[in-house]
């Protein structure tokens, strides 16, 4: 890349920057490339911040085999990584249906990336990708921990690029010369989410002026603030599983200990919904005797007098 610094890739570099900036020297940092514009500009730009800041940079493309041709655009990307200087490995992964196809894959990416063991994993989630996971929260009527959409930071999971336009990737890669793969799913009705992407948000910047994505991507900043307050006073709640404790809290701080709770004793946090959140709230403040209230993760949860407890369940109980 000749002459003058294009000011999007500056954008990306200083994002990238203090993405990792509480990194050490040669610490182990991968990125998880698809192939599109969004993974491909995040890895070019990353390649440039490892080497002023002695990272050990790799990446990872990961092939669910879901389309034809899946194993070509994986090598594509390997040599554009190549010519980036990053040394790549793919990883090719079965995805299962437990969830639909979307979080399947999701899921079988996430596994297939924390095996790894890197100190960091970067993500190309751009505001566009934000707004569509805030507008999807807001249709399943999830709650705030939903509308929150994607943390900056989830474990070493990293988003450097949440508060950067899908079109500043495009131009990120065009900077580099790199020729990034259109994922046809991203334009395919059968998914929610490309509906969203192609129908919904359009319509929306129209009727509402412009803004929208951007707007979005701030509610999402603002109630993950709140959330994470609300999780903090929730882990100092004492005695968190004497029903009069929960009874007197506030309904919000209460689903937040009852979660809290669940968590602890193993319930799978992807699959805990407001609605497991209810039952649990009314074995506190509408008890009428319920044995127990199963949970995902294989956990129940159950009232005995004037406390809550949680066992295991038995496969097939």
Do not use: K
């Not at 570099?13 to 900036?21: D, E, P, T, Y």
């Not at 336009?165 to 065009?174: G, K, L």
């Not at 046809?184 to 992407?197: G, Q």
């Not at 159950?302 to 406390?307: A, I, K, L």
Request: proline fraction near 4%.
């Amino acid at each position: 890349m000749g002459g003058a610094l294009d000011p999007t890739v500056a954008t990306g570099r200083n994002l990238v920057r203090s993405a990792l900036s509480d990194l050490e020297p040669g610490s182990r940092i991968v990125v998880a490339v698809s192939g599109g514009a969004d993974s491909l500009a995040l890895a070019a730009v990353t390649a440039f911040v490892a080497d002023r800041e002695a990272y050990a940079l790799s990446a990872v493309i990961v092939d669910h085999q879901l389309q034809d041709g899946s194993a070509r655009v994986a090598a594509r990307a390997v040599e554009q990584l190549t010519d980036l200087g990053i040394s790549s490995e793919v990883v090719t992964v079965d995805v299962g249906t437990a969830g639909g196809p979307e979080a399947s894959a999701r899921r079988a990416r996430y596994e297939a990336l924390a095996r790894t063991g890197a100190d960091a994993i970067l993500l190309g989630h751009t505001l566009d990708d934000q707004a569509e996971t805030v507008l999807l929260g807001l249709g399943r009527g999830s709650g705030p921990r939903s509308i929150a959409g994607m943390s900056p930071i989830d474990g070493v999971l990293r988003r450097p690029f949440l508060s950067l336009r899908r079109a500043a990737t495009e131009q990120i890669c065009r900077a580099y010369d790199l020729t990034w793969w259109a994922d046809p799913h991203n334009a395919d009705v059968a998914y929610r989410r490309s509906r969203l992407r192609n129908e919904v948000m359009p319509l929306l910047e129209e009727v509402l002026g412009g803004g929208v994505a951007e707007a979005l991507a701030r509610t999402a900043d603002q109630v993950r603030a709140d959330n994470a307050c609300l999780d903090d006073i929730a882990a100092t709640v004492d005695s968190p599983l004497r029903v009069d404790t929960l009874r007197d809290l506030a309904p919000a701080l209460r689903s937040r200990v009852l979660r809290l709770g669940a968590l602890e004793a193993g319930a799978d946090g992807s699959a805990l919904t407001a609605t497991h959140l209810a039952e649990l709230d009314r074995l506190v403040t509408s008890w009428h005797g319920q044995r127990r209230i199963e949970l995902p993760g294989g956990v129940a949860c159950v009232r005995e007098g004037d406390s809550l407890s949680y066992v295991r369940t038995p496969v097939g109980g």
